[in-house]
């Protein structure tokens, strides 16, 4: 396997679970629209360390991002 596959395994197995979890978390009550503003700023400034910590840890960390902005975007849109 090319380190490229690997670097997006690792990012669409990491953007599921998270994603899953937080939509999942949110719908139990466990989990504000303003915990998951914060988490999106520290998960950001994980992505921002990632960067300079290689390649992988950068594709995982830009997959937690996505995922936590993603399900904040899915939960304000069944809101509105």
Known sequence: MFFEE????IYDSTFDAIYN???EEYK????S?????M????QQQVLLNGFFEGETK??????TVD???????MI?????
Do not use: T
């Not at 139990?28 to 989990?31: D, R, T």
């Not at 629209?33 to 503003?37: F, G």
């Not at 988490?39 to 520290?42: C, K, S, V």
């Not at 995922?67 to 975007?73: E, F, G, R, S, T």
């Open 58 to 63: 950068f594709a995982y960390a830009s997959a």
């Open 28 to 31: 139990e009550g466990k989990l």
């Open 6 to 9: 690997i670097q997006n395994e």
């Open 21 to 23: 979890a937080l939509l």
């Open 67 to 73: 995922a936590h902005q993603y399900a904040l975007a």
């Open 76 to 80: 304000k849109r069944e809101l509105v």
């Open 33 to 37: 629209i303003e915990r998951l503003m």
């Open 39 to 42: 988490n999106i700023d520290e």
